[in-house]
């Protein structure tokens, strides 16, 4: 028997048809290109979730027999299906968010971002600052952001999808969803591409140090331009800087995973907040704001459990 839907699969669906529909009269791509996503994007979560699996094993040899008996059952397999499906249909619907944004609001705020992080930083630009006080570090900073917010996105996706907690893999799945998604919308609402963009004076003399970063930037205003031309793009290169979503990504994951990992990803947050602003990708206020949403949409989920949680323990029994 099907169960109920869980939110995230609900507020996935919902934001799909509200993208699409506001997109309607330019283009049919949401849907058109729904397919392909899935079938590009779906493996890469089962690879994921299969890797958990087996570290978990390998890891609890004390415990295995108990974690085998969880993940053979129907629930556990079903609600792992779920999650991969619907995790790749959310990675769209954000992506065609994302990407719509100079089409639906042209818009650019980034010299009120800029100025706000001046007078946030007593007159000085946050950007700069952290450029001089990290001058010998730079490249460091490039190859981090670069790399190692990718590798936490596996580590996280493994961790999440082999839980044996079927209520902590579902909670972060409500919660994940919901902070990409809206931090999508808050991209429509404040349209920006970022000060390495706005400010190119300030980071290309440095294009030695920031060889990935800036590899990386030229890709995605190459793809920004041929949205802007209604040519086919990639729907995971869109540009957008406010909020910072690799930085929430950091922090929502800190909030829930648990055990020693808590420290790694602190760490993570750390490093990746740092090199959101030394490298250019974002203001400084871009990833206060996602710290913030991110602390946010874990409370939206948390609260509600415990309490839930809380009822039921005290719950008056016969």
């Known amino acids: 028997m099907m169960r109920r839907p869980y939110f995230f699969e609900i507020f ?3 934001n799909f048809v509200i993208i699409q ?3 309607w009269r330019i283009t049919r791509a949401p849907v058109m290109t729904l397919f392909w996503s899935l079938l590009a994007l779906a493996p890469l979560f089962v690879v994921q979730g299969l890797l958990g699996v087996g570290i978990r094993l390998l890891a609890g040899r004390e415990r295995r027999a108990a974690y085998l008996a969880v993940i053979r059952t129907s629930r556990w397999r079903s609600d792992a299906a779920r999650v991969v499906v619907f995790s790749a249909l959310s990675a769209h619907v954000y992506g065609w968010i994302k990407l719509s944004v100079p089409l ?8 009120e971002l800029w100025n706000f992080d001046r007078a946030m930083f007593a007159g000085h630009s946050p950007n700069i600052f ?3 006080l990290f001058s010998t570090s730079l490249r460091f900073f490039d190859w981090t952001y670069a790399y190692v917010f990718i590798a936490s996105i596996y580590i996280a996706t493994a961790y999440f999808l082999s839980a044996e907690d079927s209520r902590l893999r579902i909670n972060f799945m409500n919660a994940n969803t919901l902070m990409w998604i809206i ?3 808050l991209y429509m609402l404040v349209p920006s591409l970022g000060p390495a963009y706005r400010f190119p004076e300030v980071w290309l003399p440095l294009s030695a140090d920031f060889a990935n970063t800036q590899q990386l930037q030229r890709l995605l205003m190459t793809n920004y331009q041929h949205v802007l031309r209604l040519e086919p793009a990639n729907v995971l290169l869109g540009i957008a800087a406010f909020p910072s979503l690799h930085v929430a990504f950091e922090v929502l994951v800190t909030l829930w995973i648990r055990g020693r990992w808590r420290l790694l990803f602190t760490l993570i947050a750390l490093i990746i907040f740092l090199g959101s602003v030394i490298t250019g990708w974002h ?3 871009d990833s206060i704001a996602g710290v913030i949403l991110a602390i946010l949409c874990y409370l939206a989920v948390a609260i509600p459990q415990r309490r839930k949680a809380f009822l039921v323990a005290n719950a008056p029994t016969d």
């Open 21 to 23: 529909i506001l997109l």
């Open 283 to 285: 203001y400084l206020i």
């Open 130 to 132: 952290f450029l001089s």
């Open 12 to 14: 996935t669906l919902v």
């Open 183 to 185: 931090g999508a919308w």
């Open 104 to 111: 639906l609001h042209p818009r650019l705020f980034d010299a």
